[in-house]
């Protein structure tokens, strides 16, 4: 199996400034692709980021130019820089990966998420 732990959320004024960090950790064979999402109050999930094991970065429009996505492929961990931070940026915020991982007998590839990191834009 393989477990995603989120850190880095919290409270901040608009125009603030947030990281959040998702380590990804198993037996992990390899990670094509990391990303973020978000569900704020009474919305649907949404794709906030997601980068490829190559670098290539795909991002929703309401965040760009603020928010960047990055990735350490050796420690299996994605990044999420969030700037210019506004009140409809409060939501829970989940890590998601696209992964292959060993059983021992073979490989199997799923999606896995983590439990989600809260971010809180005050006005």
């Known amino acids: 199996q393989v477990q995603l732990v989120e850190s880095g959320g919290g409270l901040v004024q608009a125009g603030g400034s947030l990281r959040l960090s998702c380590a990804a950790s198993?037996?992990?064979?390899?990670?094509?692709?990391m990303g973020w999402y978000r569900q704020g109050p009474g919305k649907q999930r949404e794709l906030v980021a997601a980068?490829?094991?190559?670098?290539?970065?795909n991002s929703a429009d309401s965040v760009k130019g603020r928010f960047t996505i990055s990735r350490d492929n050796a420690k299996n961990t994605v990044y999420l820089q969030m700037n210019s931070l506004k009140p409809e940026d409060t939501a829970v915020y989940y890590c998601?990966?696209?992964?292959?991982?060993?059983?021992?007998?073979?490989?199997?590839?799923?999606?896995?998420w983590g439990q989600g990191t809260p971010v809180t834009v005050s006005s």
């Open positions: 998601h990966a696209h992964c292959t991982y060993s059983t021992g007998g073979g490989y199997v590839t799923g999606d896995y």
């Open positions: 198993g037996r992990i064979f390899s990670i094509n692709v």
């Open positions: 980068i490829t094991s190559g670098g290539n970065t």
